[in-house]
């Protein structure tokens, strides 16, 4: 269980979590699979599905409470609709001699899409994120917006309320620019991987990978005023990742320093494995985004 792409909130106000009334809040909201009328469901369902621990719909370590989103699909191509559509359009004009209106067209097209949705394959797909009341935050492992976003709707609405604001709540190009006119924070190692961006109406952007980020040829750019979209770094040789002008951090990497403390637990303990794994990597996500927002002022915005 490691993030691998975060998203990262603060709580306005602090959250107290009981968890016989979290488990009845959230199944409230559990996971049902798709009915055969049903496009998409989305509910939660247990951290340690994967371990056959299928009764608490969160697993929490020290305050720090695991919540899974699913996400089921029907996969209806468009372009399977359509096909299906001209056809019909071409059948009916050919037998009428008539043209098909668009009212018919559209009436048409939902026959099809309900004669077809019962056949569509599904996909199943997972939100995972947590919540540190020690830390008053919230994270979750999602890259888009959209994505966290949805979680954080769903969880708001198990517990009817989830006071939050993002963590990064204003543009980070000069702060992260900073990092390399200047230096940047303890513990921040810069890696050789950047993207810059210009001011000026053009918006050009330059992207460099396995390029020192103290070489002239990087100085000439930010001489020329480019500012910093997102830099990779290494945080306390802890993990690697990459983080945006927006607050993300992306293409998150534990070091083989943090990962091997729960090797020594064998693989067919999955239960176990997922405990250990969590408890260490929220941790030090938790680290991380504390340092991070001391690092950058964060909390100024609040």
Not at 8 to 32: G, V
Not at 160 to 180: C, N
Not at 221 to 229: E, I, R, S, T, W
Not at 246 to 261: V, W
Request: overall charge negative.
């Amino acid at each position: 269980m490691w993030f691998k792409n975060i998203k990262a909130y603060r709580l306005t106000q602090p959250l107290a979590l009981n968890d016989d009334e979290l488990q009845t809040a959230l199944n409230e909201l559990a996971f049902r699979p798709c009915g055969s009328q049903e496009s998409a469901t989305m509910g939660f369902v247990s951290p340690l599905h994967d371990a056959g621990q299928n009764t608490l719909l969160f697993h929490q370590t020290q305050l720090r409470y695991w919540i899974t989103l699913k996400k089921q699909e029907r996969l209806l191509p468009s372009s399977v609709v359509n096909s299906e559509l001209a056809d019909k359009v071409a059948q009916i004009e050919a037998e009428t001699g008539s043209p098909v209106g668009k009212k018919a067209q559209s009436d048409l097209k939902q026959e099809i899409i309900t004669r077809l949705l019962p056949q569509a394959f599904v996909k199943n797909s997972y939100t995972n994120g947590f919540i540190s009341i020690a830390d008053n935050l919230v994270i979750v492992d999602a890259s888009a917006d959209g994505k966290a976003e949805a979680f954080l709707a769903m969880v708001r609405k198990a517990l009817g309320s989830l006071p939050v604001v993002p963590l990064v709540r204003h543009s980070l190009q000069s702060e992260l620019t900073h990092w390399l006119t200047d230096k940047p924070p303890a513990k921040i190692e810069l890696l050789e991987e950047a993207e810059f961006k210009s001011t000026d109406e053009v918006g050009s952007v330059i992207r460099c990978k396995n390029q020192p980020l103290d070489s002239e040829e990087i100085q000439l750019h930010l001489d020329a005023g480019k500012l910093v979209q997102k830099v990779a770094f290494d945080f306390d040789e802890t993990l690697e990742a990459v983080i945006q002008e927006d607050g993300s951090i992306k293409r998150i990497k534990f070091t083989d320093r943090i990962k091997e403390e729960t090797q020594d637990i064998p693989k067919d303990q999955v239960a176990a494995r997922l405990d250990a794994e969590f408890s260490l990597m929220s941790a030090e996500m938790c680290a991380f985004v504390n340092f991070l927002s001391e690092a950058l002022d964060l909390d100024k915005d609040s």
